[in-house]
């Protein structure tokens, strides 16, 4: 069973469109995150939710729109891509500050 | 602004010998350091957590150490093999949710 699952693991997208990536997680903790690693491999926190409250809000475009419809779950929707959207992006979550997080296998999304 | 570095952006390392890599981190006082392991197309996978208070902590043949006074922390894989070889993630964390990530140094154990 994976523990923290995200879906699509590509996707290929013209600029303009509008497109979410689903994260799951069955490992039962409060916390949730969404990284961004861009092409010099370089991982940054975008958001973190606890509990379905965002806490952390990291400045990004608000055309990146988070949602948490329960603690299980945190997908991220993406208004107008743009090329600079391109970009591999990481679900993760932890239990608990300081905790370990676990990451899931990345959704590699390329705006073409 | 705080900053996570990790100096070397590659090593090259012989199998059998000890490698070592380093995190440092500045305008930060973190409350913790933690490793990870990064392979191609995967993504990170935690390896070891060292706090504050503690010098040191070792898992099998890995050692980390903490150095408050360096703002520097050491990850040691000792006895390197092939396998060994990938990204690996040195992150820190103050007492919030928030881990901020250094660049990565990428490792290759050459047999």
């Known amino acids: 069973d994976t523990a923290v699952s995200q879906t699509p693991k590509y996707l290929v997208t013209q600029m303009g469109n509008d497109k979410s990536i689903k994260c799951e997680q069955n490992?039962?903790?409060?916390?949730m995150y969404w990284y961004k690693q861009d092409s010099k491999k370089f991982l940054k926190i975008m958001f973190s939710y606890n509990n379905k409250e965002l806490i952390i809000n990291e400045t990004v475009p608000n055309r990146f729109s988070p949602k948490s419809p329960d603690k299980a779950h945190l997908n991220l929707h993406i208004n107008s891509l743009e090329l600079g959207d391109s970009a591999v992006y990481f679900c993760?979550?932890?239990?608990?500050?300081?905790?370990?997080?676990?990451f899931g296998q990345g959704t590699r999304l390329t705006v073409v | 602004s705080q900053k996570i570095e990790q100096n070397s952006e590659a090593l090259n390392i012989q199998e059998g010998k000890t490698a070592t890599l380093t995190c440092n981190y500045t305008?930060?006082?973190?409350?913790?350091l933690q490793w990870y392991r990064q392979d191609p197309g995967r993504g990170p996978v935690f390896l070891l957590l060292?706090?504050?208070?503690?010098k040191e902590k070792r898992k099998e043949r890995l050692k980390v150490t903490f150095d408050t006074t360096l703002k520097q922390s050491l990850f040691h894989i000792t006895a390197s093999q092939p396998a060994d070889s990938a990204t690996y993630l040195c992150a820190a964390g103050a007492g919030s949710y928030q881990l901020t990530f250094g660049k990565g140094t990428k490792l290759s154990v050459i047999p």
């Open positions: 490992l039962g903790h409060d916390t």
């Open positions: 060292i706090r504050e208070n503690e």
């Open positions: 993760a979550s932890s239990q608990g500050v300081g905790s370990e997080a676990f």
């Open positions: 305008n930060y006082s973190p409350a913790y």
